[in-house]
């Protein structure tokens, strides 16, 4: 079993014996999930936080974010990955609409932490310290 599958096996097996309502997560995981099948990752030179975040934020934009998942501000670092880093693209997706989606799209060949001055003007450093702040 591939490392995607494994994950998916935990998560639902998890899902299935402890959450409240488990079709929200279920359905959340595999969005999650199959999110990985069409994102780029930078020829492998993205963070593995930053690809979990977009993952997590095609789960938060299509409705499935868990209640657990951290509130937006938290967390200690914008590549932190999953909850934390899609609290940060969902900010990031306000100020640019289409964010998220031209991000991924800049990763298919291979990535670096001046997309983001590229498409909103400002280095990641500046963009977390006033999401932070917000």
């Known amino acids: 079993m591939n490392m995607s599958l494994e994950r998916a096996y935990f998560y639902l097996h998890f899902d299935l014996r402890y959450s409240g309502d488990v079709k929200t997560e279920i359905t959340g995981v595999l969005y999650h999930e199959r999110t990985h099948i069409w994102q780029w990752n930078g020829n492998g030179q993205a963070t593995r936080g930053l690809i979990e975040g977009i993952a997590d934020y095609v789960t938060l934009k299509a409705g499935y974010a868990p209640s657990h998942w951290v509130q937006p501000g938290q967390g200690d670092r914008w590549d932190q990955g999953y909850d934390v880093t899609t609290r940060f693209f969902d900010y990031c997706n306000g100020l640019r609409d289409g964010f998220v989606a031209e991000l991924n799209k ?6 670096n932490v001046g997309f983001f001055v590229d498409l909103l003007g400002k280095t990641v450093d500046q ?3 006033k999401y932070k702040a917000t």
């Open 106 to 111: 800049k990763m298919r060949d291979g990535y």
């Open 127 to 129: 963009l977390w310290a």
